[in-house]
């Protein structure tokens, strides 16, 4: 080849690598706030309705308005986020009946995971159990402790083996967090970490029916707080400053 036409070449497999490298590190900025506002809804620090301009939301993760854009459609994605013409983007408000809703099918799902893992988990399922309640237990309690009240569940969703069975009980479980926010009332963590033991060893037994029976009266404990009052806000500002940090 001769020396011209490789110079060329050479020159376009840079401008290749420079465009996929631009585009690998949009992709990981999008990644990085579409986790930030994630977890920072998830633990309820952004409440139901707030306002997420993406301007302000940009400015605090450091990156442009199409980057945030791109997170927000995840978000929406997942029933997380509500985007409203000319209005931007809120965090999602579940209703009353759509609460009722969330938690009937929840209900059912969840049957379907206990019924696919009674009796069959294996040593490694039965560690990384065991490992997540033990980081409930060192819980500092708060917005870690419903994170990881959270994450247990979709962690039994991701062991049952179906990606299509995790993605909607992991979608009912954020949803369940957002009604939780609006509707729900103080609870202990230690409760639920004592059911979640309880839950791993029926399980491990095999004992299919008594799991189930767990589970249910687990999710009714849950139901139990929903409902009642929502709770206080906070600048959004500042809320994001945390999630950004990190």
């Given at each position: ?30 990644e ?66 759509e609460?009722?809703?969330v ?41 870690e402790s ?12 991701e ?14 479980i ?7 926010a ?42 139990g ?22």
């Amino acid at each position: 080849m001769p020396r011209r036409a490789r110079g060329e070449a050479a020159k376009r497999q840079r401008t290749v690598r420079a465009s996929v490298r631009g585009t690998d590190s949009k992709v990981s900025r999008a990644e990085t706030v579409y986790r930030g506002l994630r977890r920072a809804i998830i633990e309820q620090a952004l409440s139901p309705g707030t306002k997420l301009p993406e301007d302000l939301v940009g400015k605090r993760f450091g990156v442009s308005r199409t980057v945030v854009r791109a997170a927000l459609a995840r978000l929406a994605a997942e029933s997380l986020v509500e985007s409203h013409l000319n209005r931007g983007a809120t965090v999602a408000h579940p209703s009353l009946d759509e609460a009722h809703d969330v938690f009937d099918i929840r209900r059912s799902l969840e049957r379907l995971v206990i019924e696919r893992l009674a009796g069959r988990l294996s040593r490694a399922d039965l560690a990384r159990l065991k490992q997540h309640v033990a980081a409930e237990e060192q819980g500092r309690g708060g917005a870690e402790s419903i994170r990881l009240a959270g994450e247990f569940h979709m962690l039994l969703a991701e062991l049952a083996g179906s990606s299509t069975l995790s993605r909607y009980v992991g979608e009912l479980i954020s949803r369940s967090s957002l009604i939780l926010a609006i509707y729900g009332r103080p609870h202990s963590p230690d409760c639920a970490v004592t059911e979640h033991r309880e839950i791993i060893d029926a399980l491990l037994r095999g004992e299919a029916a008594a799991a189930t029976r767990l589970m249910d009266r687990h999710l009714d404990a849950i139901i139990g707080r929903a409902l009642i009052a929502p709770p206080p806000s906070r600048d959004i500002h500042d809320i994001l400053g945390d999630y950004a940090a990190e």
